[in-house]
Antibody, heavy 119, light 108 residues
Framework: QVQLQESGPGLMKPSETLSLTCVVS?????????WSWVRQPPGKGLEWIGE???????NYKPSLRSRVTISVDKSKNQFSLKLTSVTAADTAVYYC????????????WGQGTMVTVSS | EVVLTQSPGTLSLSPGERATLSCRSS???????LTWYQQKPGQPPRLLIY???SRATGIPDRFSGSGSGTEFTLTISRLEPEDFVVYYC?????????FGQGTRLEIK
């Protein structure tokens, strides 16, 4: 059974860089899937942040592209998100998810990690 | 960017009734690339329907999807108490993924 587990800082200050990691178990990160990050502000809907394929190809949401980097670490079977210059608007539950090639239906999700940006 | 608009925002029905949820796209979406999720409070989304009409593993057959082009529909034939949660549609196209804003199903 494939499982994803996010980890991150929890609480951050404005202007800092958010770093999140998603550990993949039960599958190889080199399998033919796209590995994505999705976030959900409290009480609001889902927002796709970006994705990475195992060999390094990436796609990002245009409005976040200048601040986002998603990378895959095959040696640790995990992938990561870096988001620079965070503000209160980046406060959200961050999910990692596995996307199937083609239409990217996300068939496996992590439980999510809450990130709060506050001074 | 493709914008997905879901309607209604909230749908009030009773258990046993039929629910019809709409997802409208600002541009044509490939039928292969339209997905539906269910999200319960405090949980990640759960994949329901992919490729417009294919049910994911373990999804009951009371859930069905249809549509094409810019108009897509999720139908729940007979509502069970556990179905009264939030539903999202999602599309993929040109290396970009977007979600609708969600429809909340509430007990009338």
């Amino acid at each position: 059974q494939v499982q994803l587990q996010e980890s991150g800082p929890g609480l951050m200050k404005p202007s800092e860089t958010l770093s999140l990691t998603c550990v993949v178990s039960g599958d190889s990160i080199s399998s033919p899937y796209w590995w994505s990050w999705v976030r959900q502000p409290p009480g609001k809907g889902l927002e796709w942040i970006g994705e990475s394929y195992f060999f390094g190809s990436t796609n990002y949401k245009p409005s976040l592209r200048s601040r986002v980097t998603i990378s895959v670490d095959k040696s640790k079977n995990q992938f990561s998100l870096k988001l620079t210059s965070v503000t209160a608007a980046d406060t959200a539950v961050y999910y990692c998810a596995r996307g199937i090639r083609g239409g990217r239906p996300f068939d496996v999700w992590g439980q999510g990690t809450m990130v709060t940006v506050s001074s | 960017e493709v914008v997905l608009t879901q309607s209604p925002g909230t749908l009030s029905l009773s258990p046993g009734e039929r629910a019809t949820l709409s997802c409208r796209s600002s541009q044509s979406v490939s039928s292969s690339y339209l997905t539906w999720y269910q999200q319960k409070p405090g949980q990640p989304p759960r994949l329901l329907i992919y490729g417009t009409s294919s049910r994911a593993t373990g999804i009951p057959d009371r859930f069905s999807g249809s549509g094409s082009g810019t108009e897509f529909t999720l139908t729940i034939s007979r509502l069970e108490p556990e179905d009264f949660v939030v539903y999202y549609c999602q599309q993929y196209g040109n290396s970009f993924i977007s979600f609708g804003q969600g429809t909340r199903l509430e007990i009338k």
